[in-house]
């Protein structure tokens, strides 16, 4: 198997950077790229993170979640980018530092567009347009905290929700907005596409170990659904929600901190419930309440830090289409 420059035989795995062109200063441009070919034949897998800079927890489990697979023992491929957006990562901010895009907001890429954007194009034709299946992890950053897998309306998507339901977290949330993500564009070419958002917030700090687990086991029981790993599916959960997204809220604008009631994710809420409120910095004035504007189950995620940036999610509310045991 070979992508781009990176190349291993079968029953083998290798580390290395995936080329995809220059800065305009014709610096090299490159993805860290593990890849994991097993003894048998079977599916491809491509498991990617970090396309925000600040999304750093997934480089802290993925390299040793492959460290410890076997490829004698793996059906098919396994594709892991722990951590994409390096130059975002370098600067420690979320977009890149070579022309401030977003690399999750550049669909399939551009091969005559910006830096990133060429990125993007090679990467998503020499990688995710072989695979079978694909699992975008995702993070909340230092704003919002999440443990939740969404799958977009669109390709197949009774393959992307079976996935979604055995990476092993506490809700599927169907209908995600489209965001013109890598994940939408492999979903939309038929792939089975699932964007794993898990941590963030307060995690790094207090849950750490817990969400580590939670994409470990991503990893792994994606690998065991699609046939590539032996082993039944593992989970911290009792049972999975599936929950149809029907309103996601932002902030209206009013300035202040925002706090909202974590204590509510996972349940049911009625219409006109407070979900949180807006208080004024210097007064200690509360400035607006945030209310459910209808009936719906509160998903895993959302706002953790009181000044989250424009545009924020600050909470997500669904209808329960169905619960499946773990068990």
Known sequence: MKLGNIEAGRGEKTYGFFKTGQTHGRFPVHIPLHL???????????????????????????????????????????????????????????????????????????AGGSVSEQLIHQYYQAVIAKADALVDIRTGSQWSYHHFAGVNNEGDVDASKAL??????????????EDNSMALAAARDGKASVAAFIGGGPGLRDYRDQDLGYMRNAVLNAMRHLGMLDGELVSDVESVA???????????????????????????????????????????????????????????????WPVPPEGAVLAILGDLVEEISTG
């Open 36 to 110: 994991v070919v097993g003894a048998g034949d079977g599916p491809m897998l491509v498991v990617q993170a970090g396309t925000s800079g600040l999304e750093i927890e997934p480089s802290l489990i993925l390299p040793h979640v492959v460290k410890e697979l076997d490829p004698a023992r793996i059906k098919g491929t396994l594709v892991v980018v722990p951590l994409m957006n390096t130059s975002g990562f370098e600067f420690a901010q979320i977009n890149s530092a070579w022309d401030d895009k977003h690399l999750n907001r550049l669909g399939r890429g551009d």
């Open 242 to 304: 599936v929950i149809q997204e029907h309103t996601m809220i932002k902030p209206t604008g009013e300035r202040g901190f925002i706090f909202m009631d974590k204590g509510l994710r996972g349940a049911q809420v009625n219409a006109g419930d407070k979900l949180g409120y807006v208080r004024h910095p210097f007064s200690g004035v509360v400035l607006e309440e945030i209310t459910a504007p209808r009936a719906g189950v509160m998903v895993h995620a959302g706002a953790s």
């Open 164 to 177: 979604a339901i055995a990476l092993g977290l506490p809700q599927v949330v169907l209908g995600k907005d």
